[in-house]
């Protein structure tokens, strides 16, 4: 594929068709009061498992040492490509709002090139609102209702945008409970495209490993806690295989990664991925590595690409001015929101 091929889809901001009507039909029906959560993170990982679903190491549980220095091949792939999201969450006397940007960043040969598609979703338990406009979404459970047409709208972007032959980046988990299992329909379409797509935990909660090896139950909080114990900065654990025996496709190998003496965080590939992939992980590991020290802060120890594809989602939402939005449907903010809201 031609360079100007790659980047066709980028340097763009996109707008969800759906998010004017939205904001038009919002007009008519008079919201009032809310208060802001910014930023809400919606692709968390706390997920709970059951005796349908298994966790095994592959091969012995051991520390393995992460080389910078080591060159990943270029010609298996063209172009690297990272996503994430930043949300904003308005909580209306007549329903849930809901903004988010989602972001790709192009690692470009001088310079990054963004892609940016901006959605906007109300939702409403009161029937007599949603009946007048079908842009209003009625449910009992805006939390749910919201994380589907997150993860449905990311799939379908990544699937628009990224080319082919792509190493792809994603930060959030690949299973995070039944609305995640969304995006294992799409790894097959990912591998026609040769591209690798590799997802990034930061933030967890689980117990993957501390709960199902059996010398390690009830000795650590989470499996970050007991990363962090027995990894020192640079360097990875052996790999490990989650599997959902109802369901072998909800199946994925992951890593645990301490770049820095900080939080280590979660790597993971679609178990399809890494068995297609094998013979490239343990170089991807030393090139994600890489990455980290190329990033350097320890107050945001994460890989650069994603660094930067998170500055161009928050950005993407300062600049569409969200209050000054708001305001025009005759929101009346709560005293907090004048005083703190941006």
Avoid at 170 to 177: V, Y
Avoid at 292 to 302: A, E, F, M, R
Wanted: hydrophobic share 35%; glycine share 4%.
């Amino acid at each position: 594929m031609k360079e100007a091929e790659q980047f066709v889809n980028f340097n763009k901001i996109l707008i969800h068709p759906d998010f004017n009507r939205t904001i038009e039909d919002l007009n008519k029906v008079g919201v009032r009061n809310h208060s802001i959560v910014p930023n809400e993170n919606i692709s968390g990982d706390n997920y709970t498992f059951n005796e349908h679903e298994k966790v095994q190491s592959i091969g012995k549980i051991q520390k393995v040492d992460l080389d910078a220095h080591s060159i990943l091949a270029k010609d298996n792939w063209n172009s690297l490509v990272a996503y994430d999201e930043s949300i904003d969450m308005y909580l209306c006397l007549e329903g849930t709002a809901y903004f988010t940007s989602h972001s790709l960043t192009l690692l470009g040969r001088e310079q990054y090139l963004s892609s940016v598609f901006l959605t906007f979703y109300f939702y409403t338990k009161s029937l007599e609102i949603s009946s007048r406009s079908k842009f209003i979404r009625l449910t009992e459970d805006s939390a749910l209702e919201s994380q589907k047409d997150y993860i449905q709208d990311r799939i379908k972007f990544l699937v628009e945008t990224v080319p082919e032959n792509t190493l792809l980046f994603i930060d959030g988990p690949l299973i995070a409970g039944d609305v995640y299992t969304y995006f294992i329909q799409t790894i097959e379409e990912f591998h026609k495209k040769n591209i690798l797509p590799v997802f990034f935990v930061k933030n967890s909660s689980s117990n993957l490993v501390t709960n199902y090896v059996e010398e390690l139950k009830g000795k650590y909080n989470s499996d970050l806690h007991w990363s962090y114990n027995v990894l020192s900065p640079g360097s990875r654990s052996n790999y490990f295989l989650y599997k959902d025996l109802n369901n072998p496709k909800n199946s994925k190998v992951f890593t645990y990664v301490k770049g820095f003496n900080v939080s280590p965080q979660r790597i993971e590939f679609h178990s399809d991925t890494f068995e297609l992939y094998r013979s490239h992980i343990d170089e991807l590991m030393n090139f994600i590595y890489y990455l980290l020290l190329v990033q350097g802060n320890l107050k945001n120890p994460q890989i650069r690409p994603i660094a930067v594809s998170e500055m161009y989602a928050r950005e993407s939402l300062k600049m569409m001015n969200i209050q000054k939005l708001m305001k025009k449907i005759g929101i009346v903010p709560t005293i907090n929101q004048s005083r703190f809201g941006s």
